[in-house]
Structure formats: structure tokens, C-alpha cells
């Protein structure tokens, strides 16, 4: 019986580890030499060979050394669409390009840690499946070179329930941008802002989901005073893999992650001395974001 209880207690211990296990927002895959422009054509056609779809890419701050690329496959749609709660959001996966002295610096946003931070409160049974969807993004990268740990760390269990600080926001506790008529209508009128650029915004990519009435948007935030150029000098460029922002939009109703739980979330070593001084980011990318959803 003493046997039996010490390898049950050890079999709780080894669980609570897994779940405590610490992960990265970011992967590091490599450093590149070669331009830029060739790394991501490589990425590119990588990642369409595995069977994605590249759905956008853009320059960060309009800073040439930077780029983002976009890309998603049906595996991972489908799955975002088993979360209600903006669930879509996460759909998208995201590789970051720096360029610097001669070389590129290749990174990827964690997927896991992603797919925790927005789907793990949603979780009924589907744990296997994000694991899977997880391995596959990561094995594509994998060919690039060994994925190092980047960006901080959060624990596992800590992500689904995800906030800065005491006071801050939740995933669940987003920005409502705008209620329209119906979701037709959202859809245009944010189609409609955003290739016109309005707010000195770019339409990096847009997912739509008709028979579900769901489309996400990710915008690139060019207005050099409060956009990308003002606070990723500010916060850290390497980190540019977790852009851009988006907006969802679910039935009528158009939201946004609170800038104070996604910024945190996807630069965890921010320190508040740093976040203060970025304090009016959250409400500058609410205010552009709102603008888009106006007619």
C-alpha cells in the first residue's frame, strides 16, 4: 500500500509539472544570410508546401527590415470554430522577420501558447487537438534550424487565465468597437475603412467565415505617433511575430482584445516602468480600431 501511494503522489507531482511547465510566446528558428526578401520567399513557399495558405504579409512600422508573414490551413480554422468565445482570433499563425547587420532573424509565434492563452478557458476535450495543430506549425519551422525558446515565459496553466497584474484585463473582457445592423453590414464597413486606409491602417489579412458569421481582420498600425513606429522601439522589435492587431467581428458585433491584456500577453518581460511608457497605446490602437467600424 506505501508502494502504491508513493507512485500515485508521484504521478500527481509529474502532472502538476507538465501543467506548470513554462512556455515561450516566441520561437527563434534561425538567423538567415540572406536578404530579407529571400528569406521570406523561402518561408513562404516552406510553408505552402506543407499545405498552408500564406492569407497576408506586411512591414511592421513601414521599417523595411521588418516582416510579418501570415498564413493558417483548414486544420487550424475549423478548430478556432470550436471556440465561441473568439476563438478565430487564433487561426492565424505568424512568422517575424528582422533584418540586421547582413543577416535575418526568423521567429515564430508559439502556437501552444497562443492557442492557450485564447482557447484554454473554452477547452472541452479538445486538448489533443491543439497539441497536434501545435507539433504541425512547428515541424514546418523546423526545417529552418533548432526552435529556441524567445520573448519571456509564462506558465502553461497560467495562460488560459492570462493577466498583467492584479486589475487588468482578461481575454474575455475585450474592447466593443461597434453593434451594427447586421453582420453583412460590419463587414462592409470595415472592408470599406480599411481599403481606405483610414486611420493609417492596412488590411494585412482578413478571414471570413459567412455561414458562421465571423471575419477577423488583422490591421497594420502605421500612424507614426501612436502606432507601430511609436511603441514596438519601445517595448521590443523582435517580438514583431504577434502581429498585426485584428478585430472580430461576430454576428453584429465588432471587438478587440484589450491592448492592456494583449500587448502584456505577447511581451511578458515587460517591466511597468516600460508599460508606462506606452500607457496610452491601449487606448490609441482602441481609437483607430473604432474608427475603422464607423461608416
Known sequence: MKKILIITSLLVWSCGQLLAQPLSPYFKVAEMETSLQEAAEQVENTVTNAGYEVIGSYHPAQNENFYVVCFTNKEL????????????????????????????????????????????????????????ASEKVKNVFKQFGTLQN????????????????????YFDEPEELATFDSFEEGLKIIRDNLNSGKGKTQKVYELVFPEKEIAVFGVGL?????????????????HIANLPY?????????????????????????????????????????????GLTEK
Not at 150 to 169: F, K, N, Q, R, T
Not at 249 to 266: E, H, N, P, V
Open 222 to 238: 502605421w500612424d507614426e505617433e501612436t502606432g507601430e513606429a511609436h511603441f514596438l522601439p519601445i517595448v521590443g522589435e523582435g
Open 77 to 132: 480554422k475549423d478548430l478556432s470554430l470550436e471556440f465561441p468565445d473568439r476563438g478565430a482570433l487564433a487561426a492565424t499563425m505568424k512568422a517575424g522577420f528582422v533584418s540586421e547587420n547582413g543577416k535575418v532573424t526568423l521567429t515564430l509565434l508559439n502556437p501552444e501558447y497562443m492557442f492557450l492563452a485564447y482557447w484554454g478557458e473554452q477547452l472541452n476535450g479538445q486538448e489533443k487537438k491543439l497539441k497536434e
Open 246 to 290: 485584428e478585430i472580430i467581428l461576430q454576428g453584429k458585433d465588432a471587438t478587440m482584445l484589450a491592448g492592456k491584456y494583449r500587448i502584456a500577453l505577447f511581451w511578458p518581460e515587460l517591466s511597468m516602468g516600460t508599460f508606462m511608457k506606452i500607457k496610452s497605446t491601449p487606448g490609441d490602437i482602441e481609437d483607430i480600431m473604432e
Open 150 to 169: 524567445y520573448g519571456g515565459e509564462e506558465d502553461a496553466d497560467d495562460l488560459p487565465h492570462y493577466h498583467y497584474m492584479m486589475m487588468m484585463p
